[in-house]
Antibody, heavy 111, light 112 residues
Framework: EVNLVESGGGWVQPGDSLRLSCAVSGFAVSSTYVGWVRQTPGKGLEWVSVINSVGTTHYSNSVKGRFTISRDTSRNTLHLQMNSLTVEDSAIYYC?????WGRGTLVTVSS | DVVMTQTPLSLSVTPGQSASISCKSSQSLLQSSGKTYLYWYLQKPGQSPQLLIYEVSNRLSGVPERFSGSGSGTHFTLQISRVEAEDVGIYYCMRGIEFPWTFGQGTKVEIK
């Protein structure tokens, strides 16, 4: 059974960094496109970043240069390193693939 | 970025009646492969979005037959026949090719 569990969210101040993790079971993180989507009341759903089976990464313009997606195939885990956070990055962050997402982890950026 | 526009933004439906949601893309989603990477999701209250339909018209395993997708190019439709109480939530279309993948604004469906 496919399962994804996000962790690492929390409250940080503008300019801080945060690293999100996603423990995956039921499929290999290196087998398909996997990534991170975020959701805010104002902006709706936004794909933040994806990584494909050969390791090619993509980022939305809003996070390019600040966020880095990576995967650990030995632990079957996905990560999102978020640097230089702003209040606009506050959201629920979901990890997953097109057909299945986790329950999400909340990131709050506020002074 | 490609813009996905959903209409209506909200819908109130009597149980047993049908509902239809439109999704229009600012660019054609038809690929040279012949595939069209258009997806429909339902986000039930308090949950993460769940995939209902992939590649325009294919129901994910376990999705009730009352959900159907259609369309081509830039115009797509999700049809819910015989709406049930468990169908409440926000429905999103999503374009899944050439990052950034983009979502529609969402259509909130409630039961009368």
């Amino acid at each position: 059974e496919v399962n994804l569990v996000e962790s690492g969210g929390g409250w940080v101040q503008p300019g801080d960094s945060l690293r999100l993790s996603c423990a995956v079971s039921g499929f290999a993180v290196s087998s398909t496109y996997v990534g991170w989507v975020r959701q805010t009341p104002g902006k709706g759903l936004e794909w933040v970043s994806v990584i494909n089976s050969v390791g090619t990464t993509h980022y939305s313009n809003s996070v390019k240069g600040r966020f880095t997606i990576s995967r650990d195939t030995s632990r079957n885990t996905l990560h999102l390193q978020m640097n230089s956070l702003t209040v606009e990055d506050s959201a629920i962050y979901y990890c997953g693939r097109i057909s299945r997402w986790g329950r999400g982890t909340l990131v709050t950026v506020s002074s | 970025d490609v813009v996905m526009t959903q209409t209506p933004l909200s819908l109130s439906v009597t149980p047993g009646q049908s509902a239809s949601i439109s999704c229009k893309s600012s660019q054609s989603l038809l690929q040279s492969s012949g595939k069209t990477y258009l997806y429909w999701y339902l986000q039930k209250p308090g949950q993460s979005p769940q995939l209902l339909i992939y590649e325009v018209s294919n129901r994910l395993s376990g999705v009730p037959e009352r959900f159907s997708g259609s369309g081509s190019g830039t115009h797509f439709t999700l049809q819910i026949s015989r709406v049930e109480a468990e169908d409440v939530g926000i429905y999103y279309c999503m374009r899944g090719i050439e990052f950034p993948w983009t979502f529609g604004q969402g259509t909130k469906v409630e039961i009368k």
